[in-house]
């Protein structure tokens, strides 16, 4: 890599609260496939066709040094990986990215949290390619990846023995050609920052080529530079374009929000909520908001989501594992514009 590059890099790096705001979309990559397994368990009811394709930035950044209304006690625990654990709040702080890093989705999912960046090129109706991809990821203490998630088989204490970061044991989890550099916190949580590696699909069924993660020989200072500028005890609120009430009882196990932009150039959103009375999925009801609307009239289809096409510019898939999906998704507040993110709220839970 030579040194324009890495002055771009390392010099005229974005401030973390103001990156620039552009379309993107989803290169074929490894992590790609392993992140959509993780959210097969969240979207079992989305019908076919339905989903949301490609990925676009939606807002800057933010960072704040401290949970806003605690005493120092619970600010060192959180930062130490202890503390609250809210599924609608975002503690994933990033001090520093590369330049021209651009906010694809926060997500919570039952206590997990993660935040995904990318860089692309291209113009506002098409993305040519995606330079790089960084997730960044907190599991709670005593929460482990799960089967079918991104890190699936990877656990920490397994991998491979690493410099510290942050002072704190590391290892690199994984054998390629993603990177993935992962830290243990005193009170049992640890973090990963994750670097996808891009490739080609040449057909269906075979394996990408070209893969690389954008950074060359620069991605291990990449992470590491990123890992040691990352706080978790960040408080970002994940915004929806609706609200609706919980049945007593139940409360929410994860969320998502995003902002995305098909290959055709037209913007798309998507915010999804889950919730229950445990964490077990067989307790789980969702209701996912999305755009744009489809043609259509509303339907129960047999997996029991009730599905409404066109409601408000946004199409609505409920889904209630015991009761009336179709009751589920007429409560469900709208209000949000379906292109406008900075009309979402940050609390879709009504009193």
Known sequence: MNDEKLRELFIDADPVDEPP???????????????????RRLRRFTVGGVAAVAALAITGLVVQPQLPGTTTAHVSAASAGGGSYDPLISRLAPGWLPSGANLHERSVENRVQSLRVEKWEGDAKRIQKTDWAIELFLYPPGVKQASDGPHEHQRFGHGTKTAPVQGMPAELLGDGPAYELAWRYPSGAHAIVQIDATGTFVKAGDSPKGYHTGFGDQTTAVARRIAANLRIDGHT????????????????????????????????????????????????????????????????????????????GFTLQASARHGDSKKLAEQVQIFGSPTDVSTWRADPILD
């Open 21 to 39: 705001l552009a379309p993107g979309y989803l290169a074929s990559t490894t992590a790609a496939a392993d992140r959509a397994a993780r959210r």
């Open 237 to 312: 609120p994940l915004t929806f374009p609706f609200a609706l009430h919980l049945p007593a009882g139940q409360h929410v196990v994860a969320a998502s929000s995003r902002t995305m932009r098909g290959n055709d150039g037209k913007l798309t959103t998507d915010a999804l909520l889950t919730w229950g009375t445990s964490a077990g999925m067989k307790t789980w009801s969702t209701v996912d908001v999305s755009s744009p609307a489809r043609k259509g009239k509303p339907e129960m289809f047999t997996s029991g989501v009730y599905f409404i096409p066109n409601t408000h």
